[in-house]
């Protein structure tokens, strides 16, 4: 059973500081790597993609991937109480049928303080 | 242009109901997943569609859950004979490529079976 594991937390963080989401995933052959954000109530949001090793920065949002590591991290530079919500990361994973199939985490939720 | 929608956005049903859910993609986009998501926890896999071809149902829980994209577009995920532990949000994404990218997320379908 492929795995996306993540820290439930929650990760709490005041104003305008970097807030550092991490997680790991199972399948060494996985090839797309996602953030996504849920605010409570409402349906994932995409904020990031990242497919080869190193950084990728978009804003405020900086994502690392470290494939022989197994690991996917996202960081929220100058976090702002309306970035407080569940981040999700999600992999994508090719399956034979020439389908993909997505593994999402279970999400960690941020809390900005004002 | 409009995002994903789904229909109905709430739905009762007694148990033992069947139900329909309705999804309507981003003109264009040509994958289109299911997603189940209970409270407090990460979207779980359904299925996959590229264009009208369904390439994944590995995670349809059972034979009483039925998925179809006859014209490449519209999508119905449907629950036969709907069971207390059916209860869930019932999330549809779209995404532009081959199911390789990242996925935009309809509003959901909140089903609750009593």
């Known amino acids: 059973q492929k795995e996306v594991e993540q820290n439930s937390g929650p990760l709490s963080v005041p104003e305008g500081a970097i807030a550092s989401l991490n997680c790991t995933y199972s399948?060494?052959?996985?090839?797309?790597f996602f953030w996504y954000r849920q605010y409570s109530g409402k349906s994932p949001e995409l904020i990031m993609s990242i497919y080869s090793n190193g950084d990728k920065e978009d804003g405020r949002f900086t994502a690392q991937l470290n494939k022989a590591s197994q690991y996917v991290s996202l960081l929220i530079r100058d976090s702002q109480p309306s970035d407080s919500a569940t981040y999700l990361c999600a992999v994508n994973d090719e399956v034979r049928t020439g389908g993909f199939k997505t593994i999402f985490g279970a999400g960690t939720r941020l809390f900005v303080k004002a | 242009g409009a995002g994903v929608s789904q229909s109905p956005r709430y739905k009762v049903a007694k148990r033992g109901q069947d139900v329909a859910l309705r999804c309507d993609p981003i003109s264009g986009h040509v994958s289109l997943f299911w997603y189940q998501q209970a409270l407090g926890q990460g979207p779980e896999f359904l299925t996959y569609?590229?264009?009208?071809?369904?390439?994944?149902k590995s995670g349809l829980p059972s034979d009483r859950f039925f998925a179809e994209r006859p014209e490449g577009s519209v999508s119905t995920l449907k629950i036969q004979r709907t069971q207390q532990e059916d209860s869930a949000v019932y999330l549809c994404?779209?995404?532009?490529?081959?199911?390789?990218?990242?996925?935009?997320f309809g509003p959901g379908t909140r089903l609750t079976v009593t």
């Open positions: 994404a779209s995404s532009y490529t081959g199911g390789s990218g990242g996925q935009y």
């Open positions: 569609f590229q264009n009208e071809a369904q390439l994944d």
């Open positions: 399948d060494r052959g996985s090839q797309s």
